[in-house]
């Protein structure tokens, strides 16, 4: 097929597909065709490599079975091994992990880590299991997708509702069924297992590093910049933390059960504990509550959407008031939406720069586990915080030359990466 028959072929795809898996496609043929790829590698480049769909049950509590549904999908793995996150939600269907996957791709690619992308999820709400069914619905999983892992194969780590006891029930698993210890067949584990200094903070330090980046390239001053946080998880508190040590100041947060508004500023540690003590960041002392899709529209410098993908759409892109959106989730924002932000000037860090943190710190674990040998704190920071300085740098590079937004210089850099090692290593047989 030619190219130009490709091009018609493109259009019509994302329509034929599901929403989420819809839009990364979308994402994707937008920059391939302004790069000219050619149609052979944008139909590798369109589908993932592979999908697994596990169905298992699990003894609960009660002594009832349950049969839960897993996913492990593996979308490209020219430049490595697989590498990307597990998460448990009510809400993960295969569409949306090979989304994710996808996006993972492209994120380890634009930071030059040798890894290709992968993602998993079980569908569950483990907000309403016990810490027995937890750990039975994990070690099953694991069980499951066992035939597919691996430190030379694809090395999963936290995601949404996961962590590091997760991650070292996994690793556990696997080892008692090889018959030795395997730290590096996941990454985010605890410290005692194989787990790296760093890796807690690693995403919302990355947000507040790519955000500095921008924020200077802009002729933004920090000091007194207003912050607004959606999703108060890990990588959102850990961003608005470190952002108020750059002299930000956090006016807005939200989590699942709410939202809050402070033009005074709000303490990021004092909301950290209030929300740890009372499960919510509604109720925090000083402030007021907001409708949580109010808080995405506030007057502020810096947006950083840390829960869920497609939080930012045409239907409010236009009423956001923020010039700098620093990505912490995945795929917050739609290529909609994409469209009227830029057209209004907001600077949008992509979410495979600006939450690549995570992964960056992860390859560091990986690359830990395989030598036995670990760095000390400022040593992870320090590696960490020079891969996205250049990387950023790299992209905003193409943005200026190729008169694009941050996105697609972003996606431009990774599927170029991508492709090259796709055509340096031949397609077998």
Same mark, same amino acid.
């Given at each position: 097929m030619t190219d130009s028959n490709a091009a018609t072929t493109d259009a019509k795809l994302p329509s034929d597909l599901a929403p989420v898996y819809g839009m990364a496609v979308r994402q994707f043929d937008s920059v391939a065709e302004r790069m000219g790829i050619e149609d052979g590698f944008r139909r590798i480049l369109r589908k993932p490599k592979r999908e697994l769909t596990v169905n298992f049950p699990v003894k609960m509590d009660d002594g009832g079975i349950e049969v839960f549904t897993g996913h492990r999908v593996q979308h490209n793995m020219a430049r490595g091994p697989g590498k990307g996150g597990i998460r448990y939600h009510q809400d993960v269907t295969i569409d949306e992990v090979k989304a994710l996957a996808m996006w993972m791709t492209w994120k380890c690619a634009v930071t030059g880590i040798p890894y290709g992308g992968a993602k998993g999820g079980v569908t569950c709400d483990?907000?309403?299991?016990?810490? #027995? /069914?937890? =750990?039975?619905?994990?070690?099953?999983?694991?069980? /499951?997708?066992?035939?597919?892992?691996? %430190?030379?194969?694809?090395?999963?780590?936290?995601?949404? *509702?996961?962590?590091?006891?997760?991650?070292?029930?996994?690793?556990?698993?696997?080892?008692?069924?090889?018959?030795?210890? @395997?730290?590096?067949?996941?990454?985010?584990?605890?410290?005692?297992?194989?787990?790296?200094? +760093? &890796?807690?903070?690693?995403?919302? !330090?990355?947000?507040? @590093?790519?955000?500095? =980046?921008?924020?200077? !390239?802009?002729?933004?001053?920090?000091?007194?910049? !207003?912050?607004?946080?959606? #999703?108060? +998880? *890990?990588?959102?508190?850990?961003?608005? &933390?470190?952002? #108020?040590?750059?002299?930000?100041?956090? $006016? #807005?947060?939200?989590?699942?059960?709410?939202?809050?508004?402070?033009?005074?500023?709000?303490?990021?540690?004092?909301?950290?504990?209030?929300?740890? =003590?009372?499960?919510?960041?509604?109720?925090?002392?000083?402030?007021?509550? $907001?409708?949580? +899709?109010?808080?995405?529209?506030?007057?502020?410098?810096?947006?950083?959407?840390?829960?869920?993908?497609?939080?930012?759409? =045409? &239907? *409010?892109?236009? !009423?956001?008031?923020?010039?700098?959106?620093?990505?912490?989730? *995945?795929?917050?924002?739609?290529?909609?939406?994409?469209?009227?932000?830029?057209?209004?000037?907001?600077?949008?860090? %992509?979410?495979?720069?600006?939450?690549? +943190?995570? @992964?960056?710190?992860?390859?560091?674990?990986?690359?830990?586990n395989l030598q036995y040998y670990f760095w000390n704190l400022d040593e992870v920071n320090q590696k960490m915080e020079t891969i996205l300085v250049r990387s950023f740098a790299e992209v905003t590079e193409i943005a200026d030359r190729e008169k694009v937004d941050m996105r697609d210089a972003a996606m431009i850099l990774a599927i170029g990466r991508v492709v090259e090692a796709i055509k340096s290593r031949g397609l077998y047989p």
């Open positions: 483990p907000k309403v299991m016990s810490l #027995g /069914e937890l =750990e039975g619905v994990t070690r099953r999983y694991a069980t /499951e997708i066992s035939i597919i892992i691996g %430190p030379d194969r694809d090395i999963p780590a936290p995601d949404v *509702n996961t962590d590091g006891r997760v991650m070292a029930w996994i690793m556990d698993t696997v080892s008692m069924h090889r018959g030795f210890t @395997v730290p590096g067949v996941v990454t985010g584990k605890p410290l005692s297992v194989g787990g790296t200094l +760093g &890796r807690v903070d690693a995403t919302g !330090r990355g947000v507040m @590093v790519t955000a500095r =980046e921008a924020a200077s !390239r802009m002729g933004l001053p920090l000091d007194g910049a !207003r912050v607004v946080v959606q #999703g108060y +998880g *890990n990588a959102g508190y850990t961003a608005a &933390r470190l952002l #108020g040590g750059l002299g930000c100041k956090l $006016i #807005g947060a939200s989590d699942s059960t709410g939202a809050i508004h402070s033009e005074l500023g709000i303490d990021a540690e004092a909301l950290k504990a209030h929300k740890d =003590e009372t499960r919510s960041v509604a109720g925090f002392s000083g402030t007021d509550p $907001i409708d949580s +899709g109010d808080l995405l529209e506030l007057d502020c410098d810096i947006l950083v959407p840390a829960a869920l993908e497609g939080v930012i759409t =045409e &239907r *409010n892109a236009d !009423r956001v008031k923020a010039r700098i959106i620093a990505e912490a989730a *995945n795929g917050p924002t739609t290529p909609d939406a994409d469209a009227i932000l830029r057209d209004k000037g907001v600077v949008v860090v %992509p979410d495979i720069l600006a939450n690549a +943190g995570g @992964v960056v710190v992860s390859y560091f674990e990986w690359v830990q």
